[in-house]
Each structure stands twice: as C-alpha cells, then as structure tokens.
Nanobody, 124 residues
Framework: QVHLVESGGGAVQAGGSLRLSCSAP????????MGWFRQAPGKERDFVAA????????YYEDSVKGRFTISRDNATNTLYLQMNDLKPEDTAVYYC?????????????????WGLGTQVTVSS
C-alpha cells in the first residue's frame, strides 16, 4: 500500500473555493489511477472524481461537474482537486485514493490505498 496524505481542507462560505492536494511521501504513483471521494456524517463514502495516470482521462460525479477539477502532477506525485462554487452539500471529509493499475473507477472497493482525509466545511 502507498501512504497518501491529503491537505488543503478548511471552512469556506458558499460560493467559495478550495484546492485539495494529495501526496505520497517517498513513493511513486506511476501507472496508478487516482480518485477523490467524500464522506458526509452518517453517509457512505461517495465518488467525487478520478483521473488516469498515462492519458489523464478524468471522470466526475454529476453534482460536481463544472465546479470541481481533478488534476495530477506526475513529476511530483501530487493529486489535486480544485473546488469552485462550493455548496453546503459539499461539506464532508475528502479522501484521496490510488489503485494498483491505470484503470479509473468510481467504486471505493477498487482502490487499495487511502489517505486519512481532510475536512471541508461549507457554510450558507
């Protein structure tokens, strides 16, 4: 497993922006697709976005399309999630995750490594 570390969470007002980062200290994420998931209190962990390593193909959950952008810097092994026009319903703990191959997936079960999460709170 690859140890992942998220950062960049915080508290913002509705309409604001945050940029989450995810790194793998001392590790490489070569040929591993990655994703962002979120979990609100009392709810399951849900897919947000995913990106492949080689081509950079991206996939998004419908509610974040046009507001969130997933990207990665393969040279620095860093994953990002730019979140704009945040809404109170985006409030959750956000997790980054990686797979052992370069096939993107929306399913939590397909990801083998996870970070501990970073809290995002959006107030109305």
């Amino acid at each position: 497993q690859v140890h992942l570390v998220e950062s960049g969470g915080g508290a913002v007002q509705a309409g604001g922006s945050l940029r989450l980062s995810c790194s793998a200290p001392g590790r490489t994420l070569t040929l591993q697709s990655m994703g962002w998931f979120r979990q609100a209190p009392g709810k399951e962990r849900d897919f947000v976005a995913a990106i492949s390593w080689a081509v950079g193909s991206t996939y998004y959950e419908d509610s974040v399309k046009g507001r969130f952008t997933i990207s990665r810097d393969n040279a620095t092994n860093t994953l990002y999630l730019q979140m704009n026009d945040l809404k109170p319903e985006d409030t959750a703990v956000y997790y980054c995750a990686s797979r052992t191959n370069d096939y993107v997936s929306r399913r939590t079960i397909d990801y083998t490594s996870w970070g501990l999460g970073t809290q995002v709170t959006v107030s109305s």
